[in-house]
């Protein structure tokens, strides 16, 4: 069984026992009215988005549950918005145990407070929603990868990566002239990324850095078009990729 589908039954085994704990099923759609769902989706974006599918998060990642796909039955079958609220609360605090080295491990307690309550009333307010968010939530994190495309200089191309934490460099388009060139990619966000190059028979990688580490390495390149990536598992297949096209 893969890890994804355990983490997903997890979901669904947290959700029953809060039910089970007195939680009815004909609950309101009422979250918690305190939480800030702004700074909510943002803290999503930096800690949630690399491992979950959420879509109204525009949030990508493969090795974690799909939180739409997660939810979307419980719904169905009359689940209000606040156990969903719960049943978040208590995989942030309870995560699945699955070793560190894992590509689905999530640390207790990755949020936390105040933080924690605001991911999961956002989580619980969008999961399975169809449409966009509106408004300030909907610009409150900028699209993964909708930068400018970014050229090279003096024989250098820098390309971070999101600082939000989405799967996205800065921009999915570049550019740089024929010959020797230093590919590099400083991450600010906490969630461990690095930058690679393959194509028309050239290929390099840097390392994997997070919290403004930079990954970066030298390539001669001839004329043509080039996929700079991701490696990390998942990362590339939730959309971390560009184009650099060499002239």
Do not use: W
Not at 9 to 14: D, I, K, Q, S, T
Not at 26 to 34: A, P, Q
Not at 211 to 224: A, E, M, Y
């Amino acid at each position: 069984m893969s890890r994804v589908l355990v983490r997903t039954r997890l979901l669904g085994v947290a959700a029953c026992g809060l039910l089970a704990a007195g939680l009815s099923a004909c609950e309101s759609d009422n979250v918690d009215k305190n939480a800030d769902l702004i700074a909510g989706k943002k803290s999503f974006a930096q800690k949630c988005s690399s491992c979950h599918v959420l879509a109204r998060a525009d949030a990508k990642g493969v090795q974690g549950p799909n939180l739409d796909e997660s939810f979307r039955r419980a719904l169905s079958e009359g689940f209000g918005r606040d156990t969903i609220h719960g049943v978040v609360m208590d995989q942030i605090s309870h995560p699945a145990r699955v070793p560190k080295d894992s590509p689905a491990y999530m640390p207790a307690d990755l949020v936390s407070g105040k933080t924690a309550s605001d991911v999961a009333a956002y989580v619980a307010s969008v999961a399975a929603r169809p449409g966009k968010d509106e408004g300030k939530l909907g610009s409150a994190v900028a699209a993964a990868g909708a930068g400018k495309p970014i050229a090279a200089k003096n024989g250098k191309l820098e390309i971070p990566a999101d600082p939000n934490g989405q799967l996205a460099y800065a921009t999915k388009k570049a550019s740089a002239p024929a010959g020797s060139l230093e590919v590099s990619s400083k991450n600010d966000a906490s969630i461990p990324h690095d930058i690679a190059l393959e194509g028309g028979g050239a290929s390099g990688k840097g390392e994997t850095v997070q919290g403004g580490g930079v990954s970066k390495f030298k390539v001669t390149l001839k004329p043509g078009e080039y996929q700079f990536y991701c490696t990390v598992a998942g990362h590339r297949e939730g959309g971390m990729e560009g184009t650099l096209t060499v002239k």
